[in-house]
């Protein structure tokens, strides 16, 4: 166990719908990365937050965004879902600013139907 | 811009016989490099990093990884493997220093041992 959490663990919606998905890191870590894997795109780095701030962008589509809480979990909102954006979706979590160790969680499988 | 290639999509090998999953990268300076496993239905998990040293780096579950400098390379290797090793290995390189400090990932190469 990784002791970062991701909520739900799958979700299943149709195209044009909203969705949110939940991260809670570990505890002590500042910083949460999200990452989207697909068969075709490999792992993609879609954005981080340190400490409540976005900290660095990737390939992160203008349909979603992502925020960080005080107490420091994280979610990541995916709009007018596409066939797509199906997708496993992972949050990871390092206690500093610049990655090095990070934790990733079990990932939310996303499939738009 | 950094970029990391694992030119093999699927290894086989044996049980019990060495193994060894490669991967090259390319990097602005010197390279911060790493590597992960991924069980099925499971997050990616963290077996080691290359940071400066010594260019044999041992880390979990027995792997260890090389690295070769002026080949750009860092080979995962295990003596002697194991039908619970089979899995999906990520390679990741990012800047020791300066540039973008998020890993870019490797596709990854998919490791079955056979019995």
């Known amino acids: 166990d990784s002791g970062v959490t991701q909520t739900p663990k799958h979700l299943i919606t149709a195209t044009g719908q909203r969705v949110t998905l939940r991260c809670s890191p570990r505890?002590?870590?500042?910083?949460v990365y999200w990452y989207q894997q697909s068969l075709d795109q490999g792992l993609q780095f879609l954005i981080q937050?340190?400490?409540?701030?976005?900290?660095a962008k990737g390939n992160i589509l203008e349909r979603f965004s992502a925020q960080q809480f005080p107490d420091l979990h994280s979610e990541l909102n995916l709009s007018s879902l596409e066939l797509g954006d199906s997708a496993l979706y992972f949050c990871?979590?390092?206690?500093?600013?610049?990655?090095?160790?990070?934790?990733f969680g079990q990932g939310t499988r996303l499939t738009v139907v | 811009a950094q970029s990391v290639a694992q030119p093999e999509d699927q290894v086989n090998v044996a049980e019990g016989n060495p193994l060894t999953v490669k991967c090259t990268y390319s990097v602005s300076g010197n390279p911060y490099l790493f590597w992960y496993v991924q069980y099925p239905n499971r997050g990616l998990q963290f077996l080691l990093k290359y940071i400066t040293g010594d260019n044999l780096v041992k880390g979990s579950y027995g792997f260890e990884a090389e690295f070769n400098k002026s080949q750009t390379s860092f080979h995962l290797k295990k003596p002697s493997a194991l039908v619970s090793d089979s899995a999906l290995y990520f390679c990741a390189v990012r800047p020791f220093t300066g540039g973008s400090y998020i890993p870019t990932f490797g596709r990854g190469t998919s490791l079955i041992v056979h019995p």
């Open positions: 990871a979590s390092a206690p500093g600013g610049g990655l090095t160790e990070a934790f």
């Open positions: 937050y340190y400490n409540g701030e976005e900290r």
């Open positions: 505890s002590g870590d500042l910083s």
